[in-house]
């Protein structure tokens, strides 16, 4: 594998942001670096690609023209490139925090450089004094405290969800083919999601995000991290009201929000039985969609998945505020928890059929192990005999009409 990494530095003389050209032949390191580093590039869309920078000595830089890149690019299938966004270097391949880069820029040491697209109420809590919220002085109303409490319990269960750690999948195509949705997740997982969020994202729900944030906000209203909070909250639901602003494979203008994809898909396929208008609205976003029914659940999940970003943004801050009012006051709040917290055994027994193919597997063990003793032992084993006696075994179970009587 050839790898290319291209890496913005900063020339700390010339006070101007330039390239570096990086590349690394893997065959010709050793073996076990070699599969680390092609691993580490494999996981490139799972895990950290800061992780790469283990292996940045074992790159030269060397400069190719931009055009020869492409080439190389384009006629070999051995290329690779690589990035990392957030890392810069300075011009003797040290790395720069964004903070030296602004005191190098601007030679004021009280300079602060913000990665580009940073929203205003981050980089308002950044520049604030960050007074810590006095909890000792704090004083909620039993209403106050159940919001939070059920908020909290529902973010948590959220965080812990499939989809939420896995994501929304992949719309991909190929030849030209329809598009597809690949997801890591079941239809099942992404039903117990949306159940989730759902109590979130509603507005007639008591403890939604929302309503956790105006809380949280009334209580704090006079600290850093409540304005940070409420920014969150804003952008949430703006963002709602926004058009999705990227559509893989199709070029045209969008009628819907994703205010309006959200509320289809719950009220048509996941929390509602469709009524006439719910119908009609799903029926006309498809039709933006050239009827593709792959892209418009892709953007639905996608729309689901940014929202819940922003819950989990803001509502860490908030649940964590829950939890050291409770603990700090000594209060036992009657909030009901979740499902799983009061029966830890949901899921730990067998599946059906883990418990069909484990027991099948031991008699195939044991029966292997009868062959080959009737077989005066030879060498090699019993395993020798697996495939023989899971042969066997299949024959001896089948029913009459051919299949396995288990």
């Not at 602004?102 to 040491?109: M, Q």
């Amino acid at each position: 594998m050839r790898l290319f990494w291209r890496i913005r530095y900063l020339d700390t003389c010339e006070k101007k942001f330039k390239d570096r050209d990086l590349w690394l032949e893997t065959d010709t390191l050793d073996n076990v670096t070699k599969t680390a580093i092609e691993l580490t590039y494999a996981l490139q869309d799972v895990k950290p690609r800061r992780e790469m920078l283990r292996y940045r000595n074992l790159f030269s830089e060397k400069s190719v023209p931009k055009d020869e890149v492409e080439s190389l690019s384009i006629s070999s299938n051995n290329i690779h490139s690589w990035y990392i966004p957030d890392y810069f270097e300075d011009e003797t391949g040290q790395e720069l925090s964004r903070k030296r880069m602004a005191t190098v820029l601007t030679d004021n040491s009280h300079a602060i450089m913000f990665p580009s697209g940073t929203k205003q109420y981050d980089i308002d809590y950044a520049i604030s004094d960050k007074r810590p919220i006095p909890i000792a002085q704090i004083s909620l109303s039993q209403d106050q405290l159940k919001v939070l409490g059920y908020f909290a319990r529902d973010l948590r269960e959220m965080l812990a969800s499939a989809f939420y750690k896995e994501g929304p999948g992949k719309l991909t195509s190929s030849s030209g083919s329809e598009p597809q949705l690949h997801t890591a997740i079941t239809d099942e997982e992404i039903r117990s999601f949306v159940i989730i969020f759902r109590r979130l994202y509603m507005n007639n729900e008591p403890a939604n995000f929302i309503k956790a944030v105006n809380v949280f906000g009334a209580a704090t209203s006079e600290y850093p991290i409540s304005k940070w909070v409420k920014g969150i909250a804003e952008e949430y639901q703006a963002e709602l009201n926004l058009k999705p602003d990227f559509v893989p494979f199709l070029e045209k203008d969008f009628i819907f929000t994703r205010k309006r994809l959200i509320d289809i898909f719950l009220y048509t396929q996941y929390v509602h039985q469709p009524d006439t208008t719910r119908m009609h609205q799903f029926k006309e976003c498809l039709s933006v969609v050239d009827n593709k029914k792959s892209i418009l659940t892709w953007l639905f999940l996608m729309a689901l998945y940014t929202g819940s970003l922003h819950m989990r943004n803001a509502g860490v801050v908030i649940a964590d505020f829950y939890d050291k009012y409770c603990q700090y006051h000594k209060i036992s709040t009657d909030i009901l928890a979740s499902v799983i917290n009061d029966n830890p055994g949901i899921g730990v027994l067998e599946k059906k059929n883990d418990q069909i193919d484990r027991l099948f597997q031991e008699k195939v063990e044991e029966l292997s192990m009868k062959i080959w003793i009737l077989n005066n032992r030879p060498s090699g084993g019993p395993t020798q005999f697996l495939n023989q006696a899971r042969e066997q075994l299949n024959v001896a179970m089948r029913s009459e009409n051919g299949k396995m009587s288990v």
